[in-house]
């Protein structure tokens, strides 16, 4: 099936370009698309956040403090259970008493490297 340029329907491509081009949401897209964010993304707030003073001693201890009252935490929870939930909960102490372990060591360190 031939068409003839008869059959096709020319575009004024000019005219086209020209309407969308006073279009709000053409500028909408242009400036999504094209324009570098003019202000910062907006920073999430924190519950908890830790001041910049703080020395890497100081936030190890309480690191470690934390995670010895965690630990605690966990082994009283877990003697109130049986079976396989005990173990669970027991793994998650040993987890705690290892991270406390090497928190430790690096407090250690610390000392030993500033004495």
Not at 72 to 95: K, Q
Request: charged share 30%.
């Amino acid at each position: 099936m031939n068409t003839s340029s008869k059959d096709v329907q020319e575009f004024d491509t000019e005219a086209t370009f020209n309407a969308l081009k006073d279009s709000d949401a053409a500028r909408r897209a242009m400036d999504y698309y094209l324009k570098p964010a003019i202000t910062e993304p907006s920073k999430d707030e924190k519950f908890f956040e830790i001041r910049r003073s703080l020395s890497s001693e100081e936030a190890m201890i309480h690191a470690s403090d934390l995670l010895r009252c965690a630990a605690a935490t966990a082994y009283d929870a877990a003697n109130n259970l049986r079976g396989a939930n005990r173990d669970l909960a027991f793994s998650v102490v040993h987890m705690i008493d290892l991270a406390k372990a090497l928190v430790d060591k690096c407090l250690e360190c610390q000392r030993c490297g500033s004495s």
